[in-house]
């Protein structure tokens, strides 16, 4: 398992692995971090962060806090924070985002929405108590 994405993610807090020679079609829900290394089909949604590794693929709309992506993603995809392209990384997709980095050789063949709420909740001062 490579270790892209591992950093940044919660220390060492990952719940779902999908491995290398793994295929699945279908729906997946969690509330922890899920890392694809294998193929995956359908829906993900997670309130943690997904990783999708240097060799998986996965066709699949994905809903997730942070996403890292290594390796191919083809659909949309929404975090509530960053979404991450690493190089090699390639998605072909809409992306919704309060952040979003492509590293230099990942791919992003799609539109992308810059999501403000967190920066506008940022800017207004804590109510006074």
């Known amino acids: 398992m490579s ?3 591992r950093k940044k993610q919660d220390a060492g807090k990952l719940d ?6 793994t295929a699945i079609e279908g ?3 969690s509330s922890g971090s899920i890392r694809i290394e294998g193929s995956f089909t ?10 999708i590794g240097e060799q998986a693929t996965a066709s699949s709309n ?3 806090r942070h996403i890292w992506i290594a390796g191919e993603v083809i659909g949309h995809v929404h975090t509530t924070g960053t979404l991450t392209i690493l ?16 590293e230099e050789g990942g791919i992003f063949e799609g539109t992308s929405q810059m999501l403000q709420e967190a920066a506008a909740a940022k800017e207004q ?3 006074e108590q």
Do not use: F, W, Y
Request: charged content about 20%; proline content about 2%.
């Open 3 to 5: 270790k892209i994405g």
């Open 87 to 102: 190089q090699g990384g390639i998605l072909r997709g809409d992306a919704s985002c309060h952040a979003l980095v492509i």
């Open 62 to 64: 994905i809903q997730a």
């Open 27 to 29: 729906e997946l829900r």
């Open 16 to 21: 779902t692995l999908i491995g290398h020679n």
């Open 42 to 51: 359908g829906k993900l949604i997670t309130e943690g962060d997904i990783t």
């Open 125 to 127: 001062p804590a109510k």
